[in-house]
């Protein structure tokens, strides 16, 4: 689809009312709920909170600590430090928690420029199916493009057919598809599979 035609679409697609909001203690009752789903299908990490340290009780407890700790992830002076930033957006309908999307502008080290890419996004389970997805990547690379990029490159398991369809329903270019070394698989939780992350390259109209 052409940049035209994705922004003629998204004047008309679905969840128009959707907004990605940045990480705020107001989003903490639904956020806790979401976060426990996830939990319960084993990716609580989906949501940052494992990699920083909470589970669901101590979202409850210190939330105001997570949002904190999630903010910094966004900081510039990262970039000197880790070659990268992430700045994380929640997808929020009715002023509700839906999702979240990981935005890494820099893609400065060899795991983001190979199998990263500079967008990540999930869903919460309960509401998965609904066309959120889709509308998170279409919010996603407008913030891109808020930010300067030119093009994204957003990957995903060749296995992940959801994933694979919101790319590609988004304008997705495929560029190539490469088989994740033992360290990476492991790291993403499909040790000893021999899985392709699908590359591909969507173009930003100006911001
Ligand atoms: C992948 C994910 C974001 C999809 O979110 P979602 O809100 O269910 O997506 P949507 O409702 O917008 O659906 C997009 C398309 O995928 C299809 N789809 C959704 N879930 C599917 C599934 N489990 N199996 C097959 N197709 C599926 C939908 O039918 C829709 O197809 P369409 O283009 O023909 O209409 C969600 O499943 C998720 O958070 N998964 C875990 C994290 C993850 O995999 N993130 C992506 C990393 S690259």
């Known amino acids: 689809m052409t940049v035209e035609a994705r922004i003629a679409d998204s004047s008309r697609g679905e969840h128009d009312a959707c907004c990605l909001e940045l990480p705020h203690v107001q989003f903490q009752d639904s956020f806790v709920e979401g976060a426990a789903e996830f939990a319960g299908e084993g990716h609580l990490d989906s949501t940052y909170a494992a990699f920083l340290g909470f589970d669901v009780d101590r979202l409850r407890d210190n939330f105001s600590g997570f949002v904190a700790d999630l903010l910094r992830m966004a900081d510039e002076s990262r970039v000197f430090l880790t070659g990268y930033r992430d700045c994380i957006f929640w997808l929020s ?115």
């Open 93 to 207: 309908d009715e002023g509700l928690y839906v999702g979240q999307t990981s935005i890494r502008p820099e893609l400065g080290t060899p795991y983001l420029i190979t199998y990263g890419g500079h967008i990540g996004y999930s869903i919460r389970p309960s509401h998965r199916r609904q066309g959120y997805g889709r509308r998170i990547l279409q919010l996603a690379l407008e913030k891109c493009a808020e930010m300067g990029l030119e093009r994204a490159l957003v990957t995903c398991d060749e296995d992940n057919t959801a994933s694979r369809r919101i790319i590609e329903s988004n304008g997705g270019v495929f560029e190539s598809g490469l088989v994740m070394d033992e360290t990476v698989a492991r790291a993403e939780g499909r040790a000893g599979e021999k899985v392709r992350k699908l590359r591909y390259w969507l173009e930003l109209p100006p911001a």
